[in-house]
């Protein structure tokens, strides 16, 4: 992979325009929104499984449209969703008056949080690292806006197609984590971030995504250090 010129804040807009443009269908996907009573529990059973007791202080990264943001606040979460996306906050908003979650979504630059240190006791994000044009930095910052014992939680995967997404065909090379990374590798990539008791656990039942998922997907978590 080779990096061109393109600065990192243009790589960010180019960013921010696709998920600008899926936010409308983003959620009629089966691998994205949640279909169904059988796929929300799962995905309860999960976050309850690897959040911790609720309520917790939760900042979720990278939201989309809220769909893990909505799920963390059914755990009993105390949730605050950030996205780079404007349209994609909306859909998050539109989807919580639903429900009448009471949910805080504003727009952020995952590796240049506008939150205070140690504010939050629980981080997610979903799908989002292999976004950023520097991983190492986001990571950085998510360690400084969780307190001392907090938890990181990362949805992820990885895949190996033989062309770039649509959207993406100019940027990929610009993103150190494109095509997502096996566990194994993310779990290093964590803990050399300075991560503790970095595990996993894999996400690979059809229930999960709506569909046999295609390429390896997992949950990771790892704590900051006290």
Same mark, same amino acid.
């Given at each position: ?33 949640i &279909?169904?009573? %059988?796929? /929300? ?5 999960? @976050?309850? #499984? ?7 202080? *939760? ?41 009448? &979650?009471?949910? %805080?979504? /504003? ?5 240049? @949080?506008? #939150? ?5 006791e629980?981080? *997610? ?38 062309e770039?997404?649509?959207g993406?065909? %100019?940027?990929h ?7 997502g ?5 993310l ?6 971030a ?16 709506g ?14 250090p006290r």
């Open positions: 992979m080779t990096r061109s010129d393109r600065s990192a804040e243009e790589v960010k807009a180019r960013v921010e325009e696709y998920w600008d443009g899926r936010a409308d269908s983003f959620d009629d996907d089966s691998q994205h929104g &279909h169904g009573d %059988e796929q /929300r529990e799962a995905w309860l059973s999960v @976050l309850r #499984e690897w959040t911790g007791d609720p309520p917790q202080r *939760t900042l979720d990264v990278g939201c989309g449209t809220g769909v893990i943001s909505l799920l963390l606040a059914q755990v009993g979460h105390d949730v605050t969703g950030v996205d780079v996306s404007t349209e994609m906050l909306e859909q998050a908003r539109e989807k919580a008056r639903a429900v009448d &979650h009471s949910l %805080e979504f /504003r727009t952020g630059d995952a590796e240049s @949080l506008d #939150e205070p240190d140690d504010s939050y629980l981080l *997610t994000g979903r799908h989002l690292i292999w976004t950023l044009p520097n991983p190492e930095t986001a990571v950085r910052e998510w360690r400084r806006v969780v307190e001392p014992g907090g938890r990181i939680l990362l949805v992820e995967g990885h895949w190996d197609f033989p770039p997404f649509e993406y065909e %100019e940027i090379d610009d993103l150190p984590l494109y095509d990374r096996p566990p194994e590798e779990a290093a990539f964590l803990t050399d300075g991560l503790e008791n970095v595990e996993h656990d894999p996400l690979m039942d059809a229930v999960f995504w569909q046999e998922p295609n390429y390896e997907q997992y949950v990771m978590v790892g704590d900051v």
